[in-house]
């Protein structure tokens, strides 16, 4: 949509988040679900979760209220980042997965002008439901980063030992297993894509993510 974000953004507010998170109790360890789609929202609480030390969650958006239930409850989630357009699914089962916190973003929070202003227009022409009752543990994502500070985040980790995140396989029978994987892992994974893209010229490079950063192969 032609919003751009550099590298200086995302750590800036990575680093927010990875505070927003410890100011709402969220501790080494913890799990943290992020039920969006690719968005810029995604990747921040994704680092910004492991910045703090926090066991990342993907969760895919689709979704239904069981499927959810289910992951939250396997993984021991309390805590979840999701859109306004999903807040309704996620509190269908807020309770039962004994969920905490709720950060809630929407689309248009990474929109540039004047897309972020004609959003809320065609969404209400398409009747798409993007009310969030906020308090009681629904969090509005820009407002705690706003509060936040990006000051460095002291937080050791044992990258051979310590899980990083848990990617929840589709399977094709059964019901959907977490994958441990912890910081070290995700380092192999990274220097395996650098070593594919063996042409590339440093700060040149130019990726397209065209499948979902919520399941394995993204």
């Not at 410890?22 to 994704?46: E, F, H, S, W």
């Not at 030390?53 to 979840?80: C, H, S």
């Not at 848990?166 to 192999?188: D, E, F, P, W």
């Not at 395996?192 to 130019?206: D, I, N, T």
Request: glycine share 8%.
């Amino acid at each position: 949509m032609g919003a751009t974000l550099s590298y200086r953004e995302l750590a800036d507010a990575a680093l927010r988040f990875a505070h927003v998170l410890k100011g709402l109790g969220v501790r080494k360890g913890d799990r943290v679900a992020i039920m969006l789609p690719n968005c810029p929202q995604c990747v921040i609480a994704y680092f910004g979760t492991l910045l703090m030390g926090g066991i990342v969650v993907m969760t895919n958006p689709m979704y239904t209220a069981r499927e959810l239930e289910y992951q939250l409850k396997d993984a021991g989630a309390r805590t979840i980042v999701t859109l306004d357009l999903l807040f309704r699914q996620v509190g269908r089962v807020a309770s039962a997965a004994d969920l905490r916190s709720i950060i809630v973003t929407s689309i248009r929070d990474y929109l540039p002008f004047p897309q972020n202003l004609l959003y809320p227009l065609k969404a209400r022409l398409d009747g798409t439901r993007r009310r969030v009752e906020y308090g009681n543990g629904v969090y509005a994502f820009r407002k705690l980063l706003g509060k936040s500070r990006p000051d460095p985040c002291r937080t050791e980790v044992d990258p051979e030992s310590d899980l990083a995140l848990l990617q929840y396989t589709g399977g094709t029978t059964g019901l959907a297993k977490g994958v441990m994987l912890t910081h070290s892992n995700l380092i192999a994974n990274t220097v395996q894509s650098r070593l594919w893209a063996y042409r590339k010229k440093p700060g040149k490079e130019v990726y397209l993510a065209a499948l979902p950063f919520f399941t394995s192969s993204g």
